[in-house]
T-cell receptor, first 112, second 115 residues
Framework: AQSVTQPDIHITVSEGASLELRCNYSYGATPYLFWYVQSPGQGLQLLLKYFSGDTLVQGIKGFEAEFKRSQSSFNLRKPSVHWSDAAEYFCAVGSGYSTLTFGKGTMLLVSP | NAGVTQTPKFQVLKTGQSMTLQCAQDMNHEYMSWYRQDPGMGLRLIHY???????DQGEVPNGYNVSRSTTEDFPLRLLSAAPSQTSVYFC??????????????FGPGTRLTVT
């Protein structure tokens, strides 16, 4: 069965500093990978997705992620964090044709 | 397009009561899913549908029923609510992009409390 691990429950980053959120997946076939962001009390917004091709994927709000098959990872990065980036981030793998398996999420706190 | 809509936004139930969470999409998507979100657990799949008349169970289906009579609608029924069903429920829809991949579009969620 597929699974997603986000090792960090909470991360605190200073505003302006770089960010990397870790995601490891387990999936038997070629994975379809996603990062979503959720602000408190809000729904989920898709940041970026990887289906195939270039392993470095650009998303919205200045985020990018790199797919590394050898490490079964899909880490999310941003070069300079803004206070508005404080939210919960979810990594997910596409399981079959219609559903996602999510990690448990990483809460990002941004300090001034 | 309104995208994926969910009603109600908030609901409080007493143990044993029944209710239906509504989900509708206007994007003509074949696939629809229901997830529940609990603190520290991420989102977990309850039920999903790959087309009208076809549904299947996800990771946490117990206590929930679904049906898909039209492409647009995918209601989630709680037959006898329990406190363990207190959660935020998200509906999602997706359509094949031709490469076998599926970007999911999420509704705004329903926050359910069972007392």
């Amino acid at each position: 069965a597929q699974s997603v691990t986000q090792p960090d429950i909470h991360i605190t980053v200073s505003e302006g500093a770089s960010l990397e959120l870790r995601c490891n997946y387990s999936y038997g076939a070629t994975p379809y990978l996603f990062w979503y962001v959720q602000s408190p009390g809000q729904g989920l917004q898709l940041l970026l997705k990887y289906f195939s091709g270039d392993t470095l994927v650009q998303g919205i709000k200045g985020f990018e992620a790199e797919f590394k098959r050898s490490q079964s990872s899909f880490n999310l990065r941003k070069p300079s964090v803004h206070w508005s980036d404080a939210a919960e981030y979810f990594c997910a793998v596409g399981s079959g044709y219609s559903t996602l398996t999510f990690g448990k999420g990483t809460m990002l706190l941004v300090s001034p | 397009n309104a995208g994926v809509t969910q009603t109600p936004k908030f609901q409080v139930l007493k143990t044993g009561q029944s209710m239906t969470l509504q989900c509708a999409q206007d994007m003509n998507h074949e696939y629809m899913s229901w997830y529940r979100q609990d603190p520290g657990m991420g989102l977990r799949l309850i039920h999903y549908s790959v087309g009208a008349g076809i549904t299947d169970q996800g990771e946490v289906p117990n206590g929930y029923n679904v049906s898909r009579s039209t492409t647009e609608d995918f209601p989630l029924r709680l037959l006898s609510a329990a406190p363990s069903q207190t959660s935020v429920y998200f509906c999602a829809s997706s359509k094949s992009t031709g490469t076998g991949t599926h970007e999911q579009y999420f509704g705004p969620g329903t926050r359910l409390t069972v007392t």
